[in-house]
C-alpha cells in the first residue's frame, strides 16, 4: 500500500508540473514555452517545414544574385577608367651603318639632303679611292723579271704573237707583257679566247684608268626610324645602300 501512495504522489507532481509547461510540450509548437513567451509578437510567427522553407530559399536566390551583380555593376561603374596606352616600340639604336661610294655629283646631293636630318657627329664622311675603268689591258702577268720577259716575248713571236709590248713602269705589273689595250672589256675578252687559240696561256685581262676619290658615309647610333630616313634620303642613287660598317 505505501508503494502505491508514493507511486501516485509522484505522478500527481509530474501531472502538476507538466501542466504548468515546466516539463515543456510534446507538440513541435510548443517545445520552449519560456522563450516564446519571451518573443516579441509571438502569435505572428509562423512555423515552417523543412520543404516549405527549401522552396523560400531557392526562391530568394536569384534575387539576391541579380541584386548583387547590380552592385557589383554600380561599383565598377564607379571606378574611372584608365586607357591604357599602347606599348611603345623599343627603337633599339644601329651601331654602325654605312653607305657605298659615291661620285662627286651624288655625294653633293646626298649631303644636301642629309643635311634636314641634323645627323651631328653620328654622320661622317670618309674618302675611297677609285680607278675609273677607261680601258682594258690584255697581259700576261710578270714572271722571272726581265729575262724571263725576253724569253716569253720570243716565245710569242714563234706563234705568230708580234704585237707584244714588255712593261717596264714602276708599278705591280713591271715586266709584265701586254699584248693589246681595249676600249670596251668584251673587245678584251675576244682578244683573250683568240690567243687562247693560238697557245698563248695564262692570258688576262685588267681594266685599267686614272685614280680618283669617291665618297661613303657611315653613321652612328641612329634609330629605325633614322635609319629609314636616310635611306629615303638616298632614293635614286646606286651607292645609297646601307650596310653593316666593314
Not at 23 to 44: H, T, V, Y
Amino acid at each position: 500500500m505505501r508503494f502505491v501512495f508514493w507511486a501516485l504522489l509522484c505522478a500527481n507532481a509530474l501531472l502538476f508540473a507538466y501542466g504548468r509547461g515546466f516539463l515543456g510540450s510534446f507538440e513541435l509548437e510548443a517545445r520552449e514555452p519560456a522563450r516564446l513567451r519571451n518573443q516579441l509578437a509571438a502569435d505572428k510567427l509562423v512555423l515552417l517545414s523543412g520543404a516549405q522553407a527549401q522552396a523560400i530559399a531557392q526562391a530568394a536566390t536569384p534575387a539576391e544574385t541579380a541584386a548583387d551583380s547590380a552592385t557589383d555593376s554600380a561599383a565598377a561603374a564607379d571606378v574611372p577608367v584608365v586607357p591604357v596606352p599602347p606599348a611603345a616600340v623599343a627603337a633599339h639604336p644601329v651601331a654602325c651603318v654605312e653607305t657605298d661610294a659615291f661620285a662627286a655629283g651624288d655625294a653633293r646631293r646626298f649631303e644636301t639632303r642629309l643635311a634636314r636630318l641634323d645627323l651631328g657627329t653620328r654622320q661622317v664622311r670618309l674618302t675611297v679611292p677609285f680607278q675609273e675603268i677607261t680601258r682594258h689591258l690584255v697581259y700576261l702577268a710578270p714572271q722571272g723579271g726581265k729575262e724571263g720577259a725576253d724569253r716569253r716575248t720570243a716565245e710569242l713571236r714563234e706563234r705568230g704573237v708580234t704585237n707584244s709590248f714588255v712593261m717596264q713602269e714602276d708599278s705591280p705589273l713591271k715586266w709584265a707583257i701586254s699584248l693589246g689595250v681595249f676600249k670596251t672589256e668584251t673587245a678584251a675578252r675576244s682578244e683573250q679566247a683568240r690567243l687562247a687559240k693560238q697557245g698563248v696561256a695564262n692570258v688576262r685581262v685588267i681594266g685599267r684608268g686614272p685614280q680618283s676619290q669617291r665618297f661613303a658615309y657611315r653613321f652612328r647610333a641612329i634609330d629605325t626610324e633614322l635609319r629609314n630616313a636616310i635611306v629615303e634620303a638616298g632614293r635614286g642613287m646606286p651607292a645609297a645602300v646601307l650596310h653593316i660598317c666593314r
